[in-house]
Structures are given as C-alpha cells and as structure tokens.
C-alpha cells in the first residue's frame, strides 16, 4: 500500500498539504467539485484519533453566535486563508442563521446534525433587510460531508439531534475577520455581529 493509503496517518498536516493543491490561490472558492474533493479528505480528517481526541467534554467553550459553541480554529494560513475550525454545536437550540464571508466544506465527526442552507431572495440593497428561505436541509451522520459556495451562497443554520454534534469545517478564508451577518426569515431584517462573543 502507497504511503496515501488507508493505513497511513492522515492529520492536519496531511489535510492542510493535500487540499494546498486543490484551492486556488488566496484561498478563493474551487467550485462544486473542488469543494466534493476537500470533502473527500476532510471525510478522511474526521476519523483522525488526533481528532476524535480533541472532541472531549473538557474542551473550552468559544462563544460563536453567542451560544455554547465549543472548540474553535486548528489550523490557518499566516494570510488567513484555510481557515480549519473543529466545533461542537449544542443540540438544546438551533444556531441563528448566518453567513460566513467564505465558501466552505462541512463533515460531522461525532454526533447528529439537523443541517440547514438557506438562499437570499433580496439584492442586499435596502438596509436592514432580507429576505432568506431554506434551500435545502439534511440529517448529518458521522463521516457525511456538506459544502457551500462562496457568498451569497454562504448562509446556514445548525443544531445537533438529541446530542451536541462535532464538526470540522473547513473555510476558504478565515469567517471571523469582519462581523458576520445575522437574518432573522420571520422578521425579514440581517443584523450584523462579530460571531465569537464569549
Ligand atoms: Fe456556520
């Protein structure tokens, strides 16, 4: 068996080296069937025991979207770029939905996911205003894998089944560098917040 084999070790290291050649420079989205190929080797990251070790109870809370979100970034470029985060996200309530000023690729690695994309129907023009609806919604098992385009196909919401839920998500450009934009469907308005608020 070649060293990339089943049997080798596959960690950040070996993540970050691999998917180096499958994003384009500066971190910009590779499109649909690149997003497919980093999820076939974030698929591979999530059965990591280095990773499955990071996902213990003890693990510091960090505050994104102001909720019980735990864990956070674990790998990122000097420049920002490949952005990895591993999060547990709570079950008791669902995340707001959100965006992320990035395209992004999504594998559960313990736990269940009530996953959530949602589109914008507005031009982003009137203040205040935004009209979202869902696009689509999925049940994530351990080893299923998501992704989403660069914005404005970047917006979701989450929460775990019956149990927090472990994700690693891997990001383009790192999400956290400007405030994030929070939609409200019912209420038709986007507000805007720095997402890690402890
Ligand atoms: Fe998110």
Not at 45 to 70: E, V
Not at 107 to 116: L, Q
Not at 166 to 180: A, H, I
Request: proline share 8%; charged share 25%.
């Amino acid at each position: 068996m070649s060293a990339s084999g089943d049997n080798a070790r596959y960690g950040i290291a070996e993540f970050i080296a691999e998917v180096k050649g499958l994003v384009p420079a500066g971190g910009d989205d590779p499109g649909a069937a690149g997003r497919e190929a980093i999820g076939e080797r974030l698929r591979r990251l999530a059965r990591d025991p280095g990773i499955l070790a990071r996902t213990g109870q003890g693990t510091a809370r960090q505050g994104t979207h102001g909720m019980d979100i735990r864990g956070g970034e674990i790998h990122k470029e000097p420049d920002g770029t490949l952005a990895l985060m591993l999060a547990r996200f709570p079950h008791e309530a669902e995340t707001p939905v959100h965006n992320h000023h990035s395209w992004g690729v999504v594998c559960v690695v313990a736990g269940r996911d009530r996953y959530i994309h949602w589109r914008r129907l507005d031009d982003g023009t009137r203040p205040g205003y935004a009209e979202v609806e869902v696009d689509w919604e999925k049940t994530l098992d351990p080893g299923d894998v998501v992704h989403f385009a660069a914005p404005p196909g970047d917006i979701h919401s989450q929460q775990g089944i019956d149990a927090p839920v472990w994700e690693l998500v891997f990001f383009g450009r790192d999400p956290n560098v400007k405030p994030r934009l929070y939609f409200d469907p019912q209420a038709r308005t986007v507000t805007s917040a720095e997402a890690i608020r402890p």
